[in-house]
Nanobody
Framework: QVQLVESGGGLVQAGGSLRLSCAVSGRTFTTNVMGWFRQAPAGKEREFVAAISWNVGRTYHADSVKGRFTISRDNAKNTVYLQMNILKPEDMAVYYC????????????????WGQGTQVTVSS
């Protein structure tokens, strides 16, 4: 069973940067795509942020983060990253790493394994 452990969250001022990491263990053929989602407080739905395929490294980013966030992976370390630049207050959320099967325009249902999440707080 795949296990995902996120790290790298924290408090940052608007305009700053953070890099999230997701350590992956127990990968199988059903987890050939990794993604990041986020969920803001006040009952908002968990929304897609970015996804990457393990083999070729194809990526897809949500419009809201395109040009500011970059997803990448290190196959040797079994780790996925989310580099977040020019952070805005509206980026504040719990960020979740997920393993699934679809990298292009995915939704939550395309991901079957989830990490516990890491909090990102952006002060204005």
């Amino acid at each position: 069973q795949v296990q995902l452990v996120e790290s790298g969250g924290g408090l940052v001022q608007a305009g700053g940067s953070l890099r999230l990491s997701c350590a992956v263990s127990g990968r199988t053929f059903t987890t050939n795509v990794m993604g990041w989602f986020r969920q803001a407080p006040a009952g908002k739905e968990r929304e897609f942020v970015a996804a990457i395929s393990w083999n070729v490294g194809r990526t897809y980013h949500a419009d809201s983060v395109k040009g500011r966030f970059t997803i990448s992976r290190d196959n040797a370390k079994n780790t996925v990253y989310l580099q977040m630049n020019i952070l805005k207050p509206e980026d504040m959320a719990v960020y979740y790493c997920a393993a699934g099967t679809k990298w292009y325009r995915p939704t939550r249902v395309d991901f079957g394994s989830w990490g516990q999440g890491t909090q990102v707080t952006v002060s204005s």
